[in-house]
């Protein structure tokens, strides 16, 4: 259990399991209590044959948010399924809820494309409990100008309505758009355009560098855990390895006509086969 704890323990995550490959838990950590949904989650996975799902997106069961990562080990009968989950609202939202600008109305927002609409990923400032529950369509918001136009620099209204100005980005290696706004209101009054402009800027600017950090920290986490994953998979090759070779001696002393007797010293214990009882 000790290489499982390690990965909670060292490496950062919120929650480490072990499933089978019916999608049943064997051990998680910590030990108290099972990741909420992950069963479940596994089997549609299972069901759909999917092999592999990387950390990259978020998902939410009840008020539980998560980004999960599923890494099978082993082969046939040996399978089992790793799961490594990241806790958004401690390693994701930290870097999202800064307010990009000393301004009253200034926010990032982290959207996800879904079919038609777009999903909020992170909480906001001027709505409660919004992740993964408000929607938007992407025909009349800014991230559906982001997706149709691949716009950096934008003034639009954002999803109360309110006239913005914006600058959007995808966010490399993820599925996601994170968008710096503040409200045109706030900025425009004093200077007009040129702050305007100004504002626009700035929040490129800090678009890409919150956009940046996003990626390299779940990278980070990733790369962190790689060593100790290889570490998991050789033990769990050595393991199979021995298991067939268990198997093929028990088959040889089951097939032979020869006596054969052992006498562990280690613990004064002797093995003999069917053939020396008769």
Do not use: C, M
């Not at 099978?72 to 806790?87: D, F, K, Q, V, Y």
């Not at 800090?206 to 980070?220: D, I, N, P, W």
């Amino acid at each position: 259990r000790d290489w499982l704890a390690a990965f909670v323990l060292e490496d950062g995550y919120s929650a480490a399991a072990l499933y089978d490959a019916a999608g049943t838990p064997v051990r998680f950590e910590p030990r108290t209590v099972e990741p909420v949904g992950a069963a479940v989650r596994l089997r549609e996975l299972i069901n759909a044959g999917q092999r592999n799902v990387q950390s990259d997106d978020l998902e939410r069961y009840g008020n539980t948010l998560a980004i999960d990562t599923w890494i099978p080990l082993g082969e046939g009968r040996e399978l089992t399924w790793l799961l490594l989950r990241i806790n958004p609202r401690r390693a994701l939202f930290p870097l999202v809820n800064e307010r990009p600008l000393r301004l009253n109305s200034a926010e990032f927002v982290l959207w996800r494309e879904e079919g038609d609409s777009a999903v909020v990923l992170n909480e906001l400032r001027h709505r409660a409990d919004a992740a993964l529950r408000l929607r938007v369509p992407v025909g009349h918001s800014l991230v559906g100008r982001t997706i149709r136009e691949g716009a950096r620099e934008l003034e639009d209204v954002d999803y109360r309505g309110v006239p913005v100005i914006a600058a959007a980005a995808r966010v490399p290696g993820t599925p996601w758009i994170l968008i710096a706004k503040v409200n045109r209101a706030e900025v425009a009054a004093p200077a007009a355009r040129t702050a305007v402009r100004l504002v626009s800027l700035l929040l490129l600017l800090l678009l890409v560098t919150g956009s940046s950090a996003l990626a390299l920290t779940q990278r980070r986490q990733l790369v962190a855990s790689e060593h100790r994953l290889e570490l998991v998979r050789a033990r769990e090759r050595a393991d199979t390895d021995r298991r067939r070779t268990e198997d093929r001696y028990a088959r040889v002393i089951r097939a032979t006509n020869d006596a054969i007797w052992e006498w562990d010293l280690s613990n004064d214990s002797v093995y003999v086969s069917p053939r020396y009882l008769e």
